[in-house]
């Protein structure tokens, strides 16, 4: 179909309200006063999510917006990291941080 890429992004429980901007389309707006859960839902884990799009396909590159490293185990978080980017021939694209939203 064309598409280079496809990502997922990192939130284990999304929050409802918060006063943060965020980018849902072509600008930024405020998130406060709507559901934001609903903005972002279905909100599946990201490095399963990753690693069944890898399984379903075989070019594409696979990424993560950013994946908070904060709230895993550093090695069993690298361990399914290298395991995901090896078995899908190199594809995964990985963004890391320490989160964002409160």
């Known amino acids: ?16 309200h918060t006063e943060s901007m965020y980018d849902l389309g072509p600008e ?9 859960s609903l903005d972002i839902a279905p909100l599946f884990e990201c490095i399963t999510t990753m690693t069944f799009v890898a399984a379903i396909t ?12 904060p709230l ?17 021939g190199g594809r995964l694209l990985l963004g890391i941080g320490a989160g964002w939203l409160s």
């Open 72 to 88: 895993r185990n550093p090695l069993y978080n690298a361990k399914q990291l290298a395991t995901l980017d090896a078995l899908s």
């Open 1 to 16: 179909m064309g598409f280079g890429s496809i990502w997922t992004v990192d939130h284990v429980a999304p929050v409802r």
């Open 28 to 36: 930024l707006r405020p998130v406060s006063g709507e559901d934001f």
């Open 58 to 69: 075989t070019q594409i590159q696979i990424g993560s917006a950013v994946c908070v490293l």
